[in-house]
């Protein structure tokens, strides 16, 4: 049985967004898991070694960061088949990135609220210098971070074995002080963290609730028998695909490429996913892809009963 935790991340600078070394197949518009288990991988290394690292890696689920915004958590808008009435309509749906918790299933029946369009960040650009070691002159170059809005807070949601509690939220207080998004020597991504009963949220319900269909909140890799109900039901899943490459921590060793569905995934049944091995041949320690992500049961009408 896995315990739902939920934390509110207040950021006090920019979030690196992009790679450290130039972007790599940049995401824009959000922080993916992936990042965050980076920065939770890396600091969960310092306090706990790589053997409860890797347990944990291969055993807990993690969502992107998501918002909050006054009393309202916003969660990944959810992507819709192609099939079904509306469609003139996806365009302008197809422009709404987050959603509040509690107005899926209207957002779904395209009664579209006029605030799902709001910004919970801003995306500015930062230059700094390189000192070039052959001619000593300085070479600039730009880098990317989002500014989280005032009054915006980060979320986390995550799923964690009893055992491992203890571990992950050491890992998330070590991240709030080294900071989110790989720029730890540049003060970037710190953030102080408040953990919250799950119970006290929407999250706890939805994510023990059981429903026809399923919404991710992180990156998710089926397994084989996964991508068979897929196929079979796809007239009722609805997904896009991400393309993931990045560096290992602070090295200039590239990952391999991992391709796997976004969050906000449509799906008919629970997802489980699975943890990829993605070592690089000159990493001595493993590497590891999580594409296990929480889900949230939602009630969602049939497709011949959306409203026009």
């Given amino acids: 049985m896995l315990k739902p935790l939920v934390f509110h991340l207040r950021f006090k600078s920019g979030i690196r967004q992009g790679t450290l070394a130039g972007d790599v197949n940049r995401q824009a518009g959000f922080i993916g898991g992936s990042t965050v288990w980076g920065g939770v991988g890396w600091a969960s290394a310092q306090l706990n070694g790589p053997e409860i690292t890797e347990r944990l890696v291969r055993t807990c689920r993690l969502s992107s960061l998501l918002w909050k915004r006054d009393d309202c958590y916003y969660v990944p808008a959810p992507v819709f088949p192609v099939a079904g009435k509306g469609i003139d309509d996806r365009k302008k749906l197809k422009k709404v990135q987050w959603v509040p918790v509690d107005e899926l299933n209207h957002f779904v029946a395209e009664k579209i609220n006029s605030n799902l369009g709001d910004r919970f960040f801003t995306e500015e650009t930062v230059v700094s210098a390189a000192l070039d070691r052959v001619s000593k002159a300085a070479v600039p170059y730009y880098k990317r971070r989002l500014k989280v809005a005032e009054g915006v807070v980060g979320v986390l949601v995550a799923e964690c074995p009893e055992d491992m509690v203890a571990a992950f939220k050491g890992a998330i207080r070590l991240l709030g002080d080294t900071g989110l998004g790989g720029e730890r020597s540049t003060g970037w991504g710190v953030f102080d963290v408040e953990e919250v009963s799950a119970a ?109």
């Avoid at 897929?230 to 200039?252: I, P, S």
Wanted: hydrophobic letters at 35%.
């Fill in 200 to 308: 006290e949220t929407p999250f706890g319900d939805l994510l023990q609730k059981e429903g026809k269909r399923y919404m991710t909140l992180g990156a998710f890799l089926p397994k084989p028998e996964e991508l068979n109900l897929l196929e079979k039901e796809r007239e009722y899943t609805g997904y896009n695909l991400w393309r993931f490459r990045g560096y290992v921590g602070e090295t200039d060793v590239i990952k391999p490429t991992v391709v796997c569905l976004s969050h906000g995934s449509l799906l008919p049944f629970k997802p489980v996913g699975k943890v990829i091995d993605i070592t690089p041949s000159r990493m001595e320690h493993p590497v590891l892809f999580n594409g296990c992500p929480p889900s949230l049961a939602v009630d969602l009408p049939k497709l011949e009963e959306v409203e026009e």
